[in-house]
């Protein structure tokens, strides 16, 4: 079951290891899926999280693009940021 959803493609948490869950981004299997994978596997930066693996599923036709979970969002940050609570 999704828990989060955008313009592309859903996010499914994974709690099989509830000490290390996993976000599963769902994309399509076309140019624009294949196009993410490729910017995640060379964008390196403190603020983005990097992939623990890509799979293929091509009977659904999507790609598994398998994260660490990190329970927070974005906004979080920035208002934790904001207000000097992650200092």
């Given at each position: 079951v999704p828990f989060q959803a955008g313009a592309y493609g859903e996010v499914l948490l994974d709690k099989t290891d509830p000490?290390?869950?996993l976000a599963i981004k769902v994309v399509p299997m076309n140019a624009q899926g294949y196009n993410?994978?490729?910017?995640?596997q060379?964008?390196?930066h403190?603020?983005?999280?990097?992939?623990l693996e890509?799979?293929?599923?091509?009977?659904?036709?999507?790609?598994?693009i398998v994260m660490p979970y990190?329970?927070?969002t974005?906004?979080?940050i920035l208002q934790q940021t904001a207000t000097g609570a992650l200092s």
């Open positions: 000490e290390n869950p993410e994978v490729r910017a995640l060379v964008l390196k403190p603020n983005i999280i990097s992939p890509f799979r293929e599923d091509p009977d659904k036709g999507v790609i598994l990190i329970p927070c974005l906004l979080d």
